[in-house]
């Protein structure tokens, strides 16, 4: 794709570099506590996946397309591989980066996803038509687009995270997120690109899971070995599938460990 703006911010000055992808409805500050944390030996990117925040937006949703332009961007700005962090959504894209282009991966971090299809979106899609039905025309402010949302998502904190995506230029209010776009597309984001019998990543791989979730399971194994060989999973304890903001100090020691262990290969 020509001319295609994927906006970063990266964090740290260290000789190596980790890449941050965020999931769902996320931005690429979503990871900075996690960024923060890292012992000083790493510089952190925190990518905008295409279609949310900064980023420019695409004609349509393709996890093999969104992997390109995070390739085109790497070997654009990066002159190593790099460590690859990759959450939910932001984790398929990362597994698409690695099979397809392993030279820019050094080491792969799959946070709470897996390798298959999830045909259950119907969470997703409330959460989307609950954004889509808001007028903003009508709406000054997020705190009075945070009152609308109150009854059809009543979580204070879910609300909170949609509405980072929330702006207010000289022409009112705007979403960064391409809603429109991610709402026709949930199948394709539920989904997972069909690859070659012989795709795999033979670089080392940690496999997070999140203790409350259902997003990695035992059944998932056979897959995720298939195309990472060199896989190891862990699980971190009174976690859902947003692991990183719930437990951010248990996921940041596990991540720290799982990079240091890298240094010497």
Do not use: C
């Not at 949302?149 to 009543?154: A, D, Q, S």
């Not at 995506?165 to 809603?179: A, F």
């Not at 070995?225 to 009174?238: C, E, W």
């Amino acid at each position: 794709m020509a001319s295609f703006t994927l906006h970063t911010q990266s964090l740290g000055q260290g000789e190596e570099t980790v890449v941050f992808l965020h999931g769902l409805f996320g931005q690429g500050k979503n990871f900075t506590q996690i960024a923060k944390a890292l012992p000083p030996d790493y510089r952190s990117v925190l990518v905008d996946l295409p279609n949310h925040g900064a980023s420019d937006w695409t004609e349509e949703f393709s996890y093999t397309e969104h992997a390109d332009l995070v390739a085109d961007h790497l070997r654009g700005t990066e002159g190593t591989p790099v460590h690859v962090v990759g959450h939910s959504m932001g984790g398929k894209v990362a597994m698409l980066l690695a099979l397809r282009h392993p030279e820019l991966v050094r080491s792969l971090v799959v946070v709470d996803i897996s390798p298959v299809a999830r045909e259950d979106m119907g969470e997703f899609d409330h959460l989307l038509s609950s954004l889509l039905s808001l007028d903003l025309d009508a709406l000054e402010s997020r705190g009075e687009a945070d009152e609308q949302l109150r009854e059809p998502i009543p979580e204070a904190m879910i609300r909170g995270f949609l509405l980072q995506s929330l702006t207010k230029d000289s022409d009112g209010l705007r979403w960064k997120s391409n809603l429109q776009l991610l709402h026709s597309s949930l199948p394709q984001i539920g989904g997972f690109p069909d690859l070659d019998d012989q795709a795999e990543y033979t670089g080392p791989v940690l496999w997070v899971a999140g203790e409350n979730s259902d997003y990695v399971q035992d059944e998932y194994a056979p897959v995720m070995r298939q195309l990472f060989p060199r896989v190891f999973q862990t699980t971190i304890k009174k976690a859902g599938h947003w692991v990183h903001s719930e437990q951010p100090q248990v996921f940041t020691e596990v991540l720290a460990r799982f990079l240091a262990g890298q240094q010497d290969t």
